[in-house]
């Protein structure tokens, strides 16, 4: 009998060849995988030997069973069906009752990881090797910056969340009471929005009746927005990540950067005001209808929609096609 031809396996559909963060630090344990879903494709994290993060996709080639239900030891993942064991490279270094198999061929599909400001990223295309590294706004980097962080699950595309982080008008109506309050008295007035293009991404700042507003934001491609909020002599910068987990799930990193009140005990403190703020827009964004952003043209828009249209124009063209491509037997 003939066998069936090798078929073509999409990965990370409509969010393929970007760096992204997929989890926090202090959830990647020593000894202990870690799995998480990008775009309706499985990857397990663990830590290499000398605790760097390392990932597979979350899949053994031997059977297909899901590597992150394994164990690891000396930084090699061991698969839970047969003890297959793979390093950081998926590299096959073991095979229990087969001293003479072909290792060379029995690889498990390498992610790139990095880690980087309190979080965990991976490049999104089973690769060794990924084109340069992720960067992360100077706030987020300093060493003199305490980070704090959580994550939670919304029930829509990731487009519906990314576009609310970059919005500024709906900040008056849904957070009135929090970060919108002092533009409340101001609805009456023309907004601007400005727009300044960098290497990373876009920054946005807005005027009202002419006036420059205090504050900006920054989309950083793919998926990050960084509102800095103005302090005299402080930084505060909240980083939220959008992470696609599939077609109407999205996993959101949200995290606080600051200069002062860096005691531990007062982590707490920020991260509430922070989960305060996204529960205000989260039902709003997840009555979204569709889930997934449509094309500009088929909702209507007005002129201070400005940094949202950016972001459209941005999927569209760059990412809402993207796939990798495997072969699976």
């Known amino acids: 009998m003939t066998p069936e031809p090798k078929r073509a396996e999409p990965l990370f559909r409509g969010f393929a060849r970007i760096w992204t963060p997929v989890a926090y630090s202090t959830q990647l344990r020593i000894n202990r995988p870690l799995r998480v879903q990008i775009a309706g494709t ?102 003199g910056t305490r980070l704090t962080g959580f994550e939670m699950t919304w029930n829509t595309h990731w487009t519906r969340a990314m576009e609310n982080m970059l919005d500024w008008p709906h900040l008056p109506f849904v957070h009135r009471r929090s970060i919108g309050k002092d533009l409340v ?38 998926n990050q ?30 995290m606080t950067a600051r200069n002062f009140a860096r005691a531990a005990f007062l982590d707490g403190f920020f991260n509430r005001a922070n989960r305060r703020i996204a529960n205000e827009d989260r039902a709003i964004v997840e009555s979204s209808d569709p889930a997934e952003i449509p094309p500009a043209r088929a909702e209507r828009s007005v002129r201070t929609d400005k940094a949202t249209l950016r972001f459209r124009g941005y999927y569209f063209s760059e990412l809402k096609d993207s796939l990798c491509q495997t072969e699976r037997s």
């Open 225 to 254: 927005m960084n509102l800095h909020i103005p302090m005299r002599r402080h930084t505060l910068t909240l980083a939220v990540s959008c992470v696609p987990v599939d077609e109407r799930r999205t996993r959101l990193l949200l």
């Open 42 to 143: 499985g990857v397990v994290l663990f830590r290499d030997p000398l605790g760097a993060p390392a990932a597979l996709l979350d899949r053994c080639p031997h059977r297909g069973v899901a590597l992150s239900l394994g164990t690891v030891s000396g930084g090699c993942l061991q698969c839970p069906f047969h003890g297959w064991r793979f390093d950081r490279t998926g590299r096959c270094i073991a095979v229990p009752w087969n001293p003479d198999a072909p290792r060379s061929r029995l690889a498990a599909l390498p992610v790139p990881a990095h880690e980087l400001a309190g979080q965990i990223w991976i490049y999104t295309a089973p690769t060794e090797q990924a084109p340069g590294a992720p960067t992360v706004d100077a706030s987020l980097a300093d060493p």
């Open 185 to 222: 008295p101001l609805i009456e007035q023309p907004m601007a929005t400005l727009i300044e293009e960098h290497e990373w991404g876009w920054r946005v700042r807005t005027a009202m009746d002419g006036r420059p507003r205090p504050g900006m934001l920054d989309f950083r491609k793919p």
